[in-house]
């Protein structure tokens, strides 16, 4: 089992950054996938982005070019910088991990989760 905590959401306006941070506990971070899910009012939760542990990425087609996704292993720490917000990046976000050893990420299945933290863009 991972306990996850996610810090860093906000309110900011339309085309501004924020920067979202996860730290993992509880188990080896070492061989764990690291994901990022959204979701937005009134509709089902959806998979932004992941990254393994030897540095693959995997990002959904609306926020390539604008989310970047990072980790650090030696303080089992994952990063999501965001760029160019849109209000339609409002929702809340989730770290998610689970134990993967490809280098590209899955997009499913995650068995463990975050709380969640806010994040709402204004126009």
């Known amino acids: 089992q991972v306990q996850l905590v996610e810090s860093g959401g906000g309110l900011v306006q339309a085309g501004g950054s924020l920067r979202l941070s996860c730290v993992a506990s509880?188990?080896?971070?070492?061989?764990?996938?690291m994901g990022w899910f959204r979701q937005a009012p009134g509709k089902e939760r959806e998979f932004v982005t992941a990254i393994s542990w030897s540095g693959g990425t995997r990002y959904t087609d609306s926020v390539k070019g604008r989310f970047t996704i990072s980790r650090d292993n030696a303080k089992n720490m994952v990063y999501l910088q965001m760029d160019s917000l849109k209000p339609e990046d409002t929702a809340v976000y989730y770290c998610?991990?689970?134990?993967?050893?490809?280098?590209?990420?899955?997009?499913?299945?995650?068995?463990?989760w975050g709380k969640g933290t806010q994040v709402t863009v204004s126009s």
């Open positions: 509880g188990r080896t971070f070492r061989n764990y996938a």
């Open positions: 998610a991990a689970d134990f993967s050893i490809s280098y590209t990420p899955p997009s499913a299945p995650y068995n463990n």
